[in-house]
């Protein structure tokens, strides 16, 4: 999985990675995923990124 942003692409698996792309409240960011779980995955991660303050 991949999350982009500002062209910088981070590994969400880590809360660091994500808060070092610097992204803020309201920003568009790019979500990107591969696999069988893929949409789930994606999913879930807009759903936590939707709800963060």
């Known amino acids: 999985m991949q999350l982009e ?4 692409t981070v590994n969400p ?4 990675a994500v ?8 920003s568009t960011v790019t979500v990107r995923a591969e ?3 893929a949409e ?3 999913t879930a ?3 936590i990124l939707a709800t963060a303050e």
Do not use: I, K, N, P
Request: proline share 0%.
């Open 5 to 8: 942003y500002a062209d910088r």
């Open 13 to 16: 698996t880590g809360v660091l």
């Open 19 to 26: 808060m070092g792309l610097g992204a803020t409240a309201g």
């Open 35 to 37: 696999g069988d779980d």
């Open 40 to 42: 789930q995955a994606v």
């Open 45 to 47: 991660l807009v759903q």
